[in-house]
């Protein structure tokens, strides 16, 4: 076995299932807001925007959207740094090339997280 | 005339590798790419690649012909040159992915290290049978798909996610072999092959792509293995 202390879950299924359910979650997501974007059209008003994200519904809904595409990323971005970020693919550098890329990667997934939560439940 | 592309290099006089360009009289026939090899070895000796079996059994003289992995052995120059990749030209570079030793000549150390790690062997724990551990029909055709596999390494280098991670991804081949002993119902270590393989890099860098698929010369699914085991994992754990 292969051991890794950076990935999500500490378990390569557990990543995988993380990353399909999101994947569920967002697509979902996409779908609910999109229908209802194109069944009002231009017509929607900020005041209705405003109190379709106000329900309890969109709020929980929109708050699963939100952890979903911070779980989904990272994994992604974690997948991709040690693909490419690695000491065989470029020395010595690849070390510390991708700890400050996975360290770059937490910090703007937790501000939007944060930030997100924020904007939704304030 | 056929003209042949041939990557060389003999780490002792080259710098680097280069291409070598060449072009061979087949009598207009249709001769398997080991063929054009063995006449192109006769006039330049030096030329080194793997062969054995020449009928696709052993495995040995697995190469990259015009940009697809394959046997030599069993490759028609037609076929060769379906692919498209180097026109009328018969383009012949090395498994790629892992270092080359010679010319056509790979190091497969990654890629028998990763098979080592499945440990490719039958475990049981049960006190031996006087004969043998008998399977019905139904369990030994849970094997087929699975026991054909010759160990070519094809698959294994045509998946990018092997030659990022070779030391630490399995790779199609390898996976297709943990399945093998996964799958028979003569062996009882399940729990224990599955405890190793439940990492971020064993079974799942694989991201489906079946490149694997594409290219095995014997016709195998190792993506279908791989999802396998995944749902072995993931009855386990949930």
């Known amino acids: 076995m292969v051991s890794s202390v950076t990935n999500l879950g500490r378990s390569g299924l557990s990543d995988w299932l993380v990353q399909r359910v999101s994947g569920v979650v967002l697509l979902a997501y996409t779908l609910v807001v999109g229908f209802y ?21 969109m709020r929980v809904f929109s708050t699963a959207a939100v952890l979903s595409i911070v779980g989904h990323a990272w994994i992604g ?16 550098r690849g070390t510390v090339l991708r700890l400050a890329f996975q360290a770059a990667s937490a910090v703007v997934l937790f501000t939007y997280l944060v930030w997100g939560i924020q904007i939704l439940w304030s | ?60 003289d697995g190469m990259n012909i015009n940009g697809k992995n394959g046997l030599a052995c069993i490759t028609p120059i037609s076929e060769a040159l379906k692919n498209g990749k180097g026109g009328n030209k018969l383009v012949l570079r090395p498994l790629p992915g892992l270092p080359v030793i010679r010319d056509l000549v790979i190091d497969m150390s990654l890629f028998y290290k990763q098979y080592e790690k499945i440990k490719p062997f039958l475990q049981n724990d049960t006190p031996a049978p006087a004969i043998e551990r008998l399977q019905s029909p139904e369990e030994r055709e849970k094997l087929d798909g699975l026991y054909e596999c010759i160990l070519c390494a094809c698959c294994s280098t045509a998946c990018p996610s092997f030659w990022w991670n070779p030391d630490r991804f399995i790779g199609p081949s390898g996976l297709l072999q943990a399945y093998r002993f996964l799958a028979d119902s003569r062996d009882t ?19 489906g792509i079946q490149n694997c698929v594409n290219v095995c010369p014997k016709g195998l699914n190792p993506t279908k293995a791989i999802g396998h085991i995944r749902n072995m994992l993931l009855s386990r754990a949930t």
Request: proline share 3%; net charge negative.
């Open chain 2, 189 to 207: 270590a399940t729990e224990e092959r599955l405890s190793d393989l439940d990492d971020p890099f064993s079974v799942f860098r694989c991201h």
């Open chain 2, 1 to 60: 005339m056929l003209k042949v592309s041939l990557y060389r290099y003999n780490p002792e006089t080259d710098q680097e590798p280069y291409m070598q360009e060449v072009e061979l009289d087949t009598g207009g026939k249709d001769l398997m790419v080991l063929d054009v090899l063995e006449l192109l070895k006769g006039s330049d000796p030096s030329l080194a690649y793997r062969r054995s079996c020449r009928e696709g059994v052993c495995g040995s």
């Open chain 1, 37 to 57: 974007l194109v069944c009002g059209g231009s017509e929607i008003t900020y005041a209705q925007w405003s109190a379709y994200f106000d329900s309890t519904f």
């Open chain 1, 77 to 92: 971005l974690w997948s991709v740094s040690t693909d490419y970020l690695t000491e065989r693919m470029m020395g010595g």
